[in-house]
């Protein structure tokens, strides 16, 4: 089973910067793809960002140029670096991992931006 552990949430004035850290354990050779979600109150779960296994990444258009997802180079913590931050990135960020057979998440970290 793979274990996950975000840190680095906070409150940020807009225009600042934070970076997320999601922290694994267990199966990690099993995971295909990570994934980080953020939900904001009364607002759907949203994709973020995503990485594989191989280092390919997709985002979100909400955050494409001011985003960034990778990896450490023994593939133990992922991270999302989060640049030019608005109040509309305010949200409970969430790490996810998925194998064929395995779909597991973070407890979250909070995000406040204020303007």
């Known amino acids: 089973q793979v274990r996950l552990t975000e840190s680095g949430g906070g409150l940020v004035q807009a225009g600042g910067s934070l970076r997320l850290s999601c922290a694994t354990s267990?199966?990690?050779?099993?995971?295909?793809?990570m994934n980080w979600y953020r939900q904001a109150p009364g607002k759907q779960r949203e994709l973020v960002a995503t990485?594989?296994?191989?280092?390919?990444?997709n985002y979100a258009d909400s955050v494409k140029g001011r985003f960034t997802i990778f990896r450490d180079n023994a593939k133990t913590t992922m991270y999302l670096q989060m640049n030019s931050l608005s109040p509309e990135d305010t949200a409970v960020y969430y790490c996810?991992?998925?194998?064929?057979?395995?779909?597991?998440w973070g407890q979250g970290t909070r995000v406040t931006v204020s303007s």
């Open positions: 996810n991992a998925v194998s064929a057979w395995s779909n597991q």
């Open positions: 267990g199966s990690v050779f099993l995971v295909d793809t």
């Open positions: 990485i594989t296994r191989n280092g390919r990444t």
